[in-house]
């Protein structure tokens, strides 16, 4: 159980480039980094491709204006000339600039810690996880439904063989706030998600289904998807080549078979990003609108809800739990998991403690480069015509 | 709203072939066709392969003795003699055998109901449609789901354009009741479902996705599959060829894309049939262990959950409901939905009364036949290797 | 499990009074006794105040118009000259009616099905139990809800210790249908209702309360109410002295405590009707919207849901389902499990069988009685204050 | 919509006296103050009755060890001391404690935020009203629940007569963690609430119907009750004559009724915090393990389901929401948005704003003394024999 008593030495001091006041992810960062003041301190900032605006929305957080930059090269600049730099930086941008402000950072010495879908290309990643590699940096992804506590007990019954042998794997994020256009047109943070340069091959497939990916790849670390087929749809026509729906089939390397719904034309539905781990014995399902329930379904045996905090659960998914049973938790404590683990990494790289490194479950840059290899593939596959390839 | 006044001049004299004392589908068609004894009344019988026990289970039910007999071909026999014979027989054998079955019956003049998948051969559903037209008699197909008042209530909503252009149709019908090979070991039902000489080319696209395709089909009436994708998996070995498990991903003619989900593997599971239409505008979703609701949801409004009989659904929905709100109705009233709509269609088919027939919705021959084709062109996609196929 | 085989010998000769086309609460009687023939058989009637509405309502059900009788009355007069005459009556006439129609039908030899709540006074009770067994006849009293067969599950879980000591008894059924005073001026149903002279001196209390006050009778027989202290309202100031809410509180016996909660303005309420029972170790809860389903909570466990049909549950709880698994049972199958015990009822009378009697659990006389006087002493401690009295 | 902007000047230098290391309430109250940085900072603490284990805590959450306090009577002397000393401090010590460590407290001239129940006698309560005024300072009180935006939503609803004349409160708070006396036995944050010398007069009223209560007066300000009738049990022998179930009857002096459930003896129960508001025209429910819901059932009319942060909701609800629609908040946020509420309160009062200080809606002194008034009302009519009493 989390108190909020240190983990690290002392807070990191970190930066932040976008996510400022009109971005809505931003502020996610900073409940999950700025949890207990025990991980990270918010100390610099490029919020806003509006200086002006990212300067007074910084001085209301309580930065000293003098570190609110205008740019993300101006901040990596001017904090490499000071003793108290920051040590790290979250990227909250949209997803056409990561790669290069991610580099640049590395470069400079930060840590990193990005949004995601993390790049366009494979390549891209795999340049950036040497280029962490020799710079001895670390780099996580915000994943940011990742971090509940329950996601781990699922990982531990999954590899306790609780389940049996997997059979399935159900993946579905799907909501209906773009069943029209209206947001293409008139939302600064959905402009650039239908447009190609900015977001990249794919729209939900990136946007979204990396995300349930990312979690199914937590809670499953030992299948491997071998095949895929996906079909994509762009029913909103102007979003085309973008798609707004996606279908994908899976076949994994164990003989597992598994499915993603990716959508944001879902109309109405509020409840659509789930997880269903299907094995021989034993079905076990997570929705993310309800993060504090596991259904746990034993054939033969009565339905069982679990509930976050309970002492019946695994302590591995009690450690990262904060409140006690009967108290709900959220979204932010998600995150506020996702960011410890990062400081944890980033101190323990740092200290040059690798024992801690290859315990510690978190989305890392691999987990990130696989994201983006999970789009490529499903871009590749629909737009063969909906075919199956192998998983490159 | 119905109250078990008559619908047609006097109750059908009915024999039924299968569903006896062992059988659990049996006693479905009994519980819908004699529900106000004003539709049917049961007079012979064949119960059982075992003779003496189809008898004395026949006297129970309160049949005569002599019209209890020992198989098919001596109750269509016997029954043509007398003046108060049969004049419709209801089929609930085994799969293999529904095709000679219901051959028979139509050659000897009655009309037939039969239970689904209704035959293997697409050719053979051909020519039963022409044998049945000669004649002038109906085939029923007993898609038993498929008489739940709000599904209506769905249809309409299409139609009516509540929904906005129908985008998505998303299908599943799961349980887990077969994770492992007990029951093909153990069970008499479900022994023969995985024998392919007795059960066909499929196991549960047959046996469970027929149903929901149909109920598909119903609420969407005009929207017709062009192309499928199947892939089919036999998770306990020794059932294969016939798979356990399939995933359906399909194309429709007005642009829309489908998934279909069939599964006796997906374990623990006691809530997997469900249907879910997503439009441009709004997505409306049936359940059938909560067959009592309806999930409407607008994009951009309140989550609405409809329940049954109450005043603001449509009439051609409450016209189907016999219990008024608060009272909860099963799958029991959704057969004998069907089963009143057979004997009414048998009725206007006698009186010769096409504007009945014609406005009359219920899943008859070429429903069932639909089925079929439907079975074979999934298996035909997934012997292929899982290709997307023209459906045909 | 019930398959529709005979419990007895022959089926029943079987009356009704009331309950005739207009009637919501009549076709629920047919359903329950008519569902597999095997039990009932309808013969005659006096369906209806408006006598020719009633002869044509019962030739559409499949009656001789000459048994179609004007009024209760001739029906019993008539019937009693037949050979073949009724042996067994329903009443489903307003509430002030049931007296003088039950005596008057014992007195000519006839077993009574009543509806509930079953007089107006406990006196009346005691004199017809006095009468019934002079007669030696049955009594029953339709609590149409009490014939779910997970409320067995209940009883049993109960009986065993499941729950360990019963601590809690939280009983509420309330509707909304009443919010307003449209029904009382324009529902034939309701007006009656709402009229002291035809009702008796309660509304909801009688209504709605009298079922589930028998149903946690049923499931916790032990327990017997020692005081209770009732508070009522006419939020609808018409309704007033009859209450259209109402609060009680209970403390039984055992040391146990209670709470029912009975009304028909709470608003918008459609899942209403639920039925807790607390104990030292374990809670387990039914709600009649979803009768296929019961919650059973261990203290410090998952919390689990039980399903209908499934082999985990109690025998006795089995022996009462029809469907099997995964297909959802509704009201009109606790309507007929109901009245097949009625009928099992008549037929161990009549053959003098005290031991099946005596096993038997069903809504008998004294179960009607009991309805009386917990209505009685809900006015009695209402009308003095809501002041805490003895439950006589 | 809030983003961690600030809302005052420069955060309040805080203290917190208890809610150290084995505190699960101490957690919540910095989760809340510190949510982002602008409106609390951490500077010192008497967290624990071990002085020694106080101080390591205090330095794992960052503070200087020479400010880590071994008692609040050193914190409050030393702080006073310092230039840069607290301004506010939060209790979260056992409720016997609450009323001398307010008053040293407010003395010193320090605003206090206190845990609920306040105090144990009404009169103490009115004498830390008048020491209050007297110092201007404010004294808030942490009920905790009361901070989800919904409840909000709810009180405009109300307000605005969307669910017509509140008929009807519907108030519970159960749990059944207490069902045995482990907890009492072995668990430090159990043991002094059994305790009457440390836990005052009652124990589930004060510990939990307190919150419910609160909730009722925040959504339905205009509504207060005139009598009330209290039923209290001791089913665990050993906490007599503190109650661990309780039922409460009330009267309000609009003609509405309503109840309390509070129990900690409600075996299994995981969702037994809810409250209900019952209109002549609708009814709204918010249970406290879902916050991101409301069910809004207008008669008549479908079930609606309200989700957080959608723009149909009122905008009053939605200024204090953080996330967005589709992305769970907890009680994390409940907390913050009360803690926010307490900072902007003490910088209103220390500017002298009497403006911001009448419209803002937080749980304050007065709500805290009402908490002590509901108690001591519900015991007074306990012990009198559960008689209706006028609430005083």
Partial sequence: MLNGERKIERPLRWGMIGGGRTSNVGYKHRLGALRDNTAFRLVA??????????????????????RCYPDYKTLIAE???????????????PNGTHYEITKAALEAGLHVICEKPLFFEVEQGEEIVRLAERKGLIVGVTYGFS??????????MVSNGDLGDIRMIELQYTHGFNADDTGDKHSEGQKWRVDPKIAGSSFVLGDLSTHTYYMSRLVCPNLRVEK????????????????????VLMRYNSGAVGRMWASSVNAGCMNGHRIRIVGSRA????????????????????????????????DTCNADERLGALHAEGLPESWANIYLKFAVAIDAKRRGDPKTLDELVYPDL???????????????SADAGAVWIDFQ
Avoid at 79 to 93: C, L, P
Avoid at 228 to 247: G, H, I, M, T, W
Avoid at 287 to 300: S, T, W
């Fill in 45 to 66: 900032s490029a919020f806003d491709v509006d200086a002006e605006r990212g300067r007074s929305f910084g001085e209301n957080l309580g930065l000293e204006a003098s």
């Fill in 79 to 93: 904090e490499a000339k000071r003793k108290d730099g920051i040590e790290v930086v979250s990227i909250a941008t």
């Fill in 147 to 156: 971090g509940h506590p329950l996601l781990l007990q699922m990982r531990q």
């Fill in 228 to 247: 895929l087929l996906c079909d994509r749809q762009s029913f909103v026509k102007s979003r085309a080549p973008l798609e707004d729906n996606a279908y």
């Fill in 283 to 314: 079905s076990v399902e997570f929705r993310d609108n309800q993060p504090n329930e596991l259904v746990y379904e034993i054939q033969g045996q009565p339905v069982q809800t679990l509930i976050r905090a309970m002492p019946y659960l695994y």
């Fill in 366 to 380: 691999k987990a990130g480069v696989e994201g983006i290899r999970w789009v490529r593939n499903c871009v590749r």
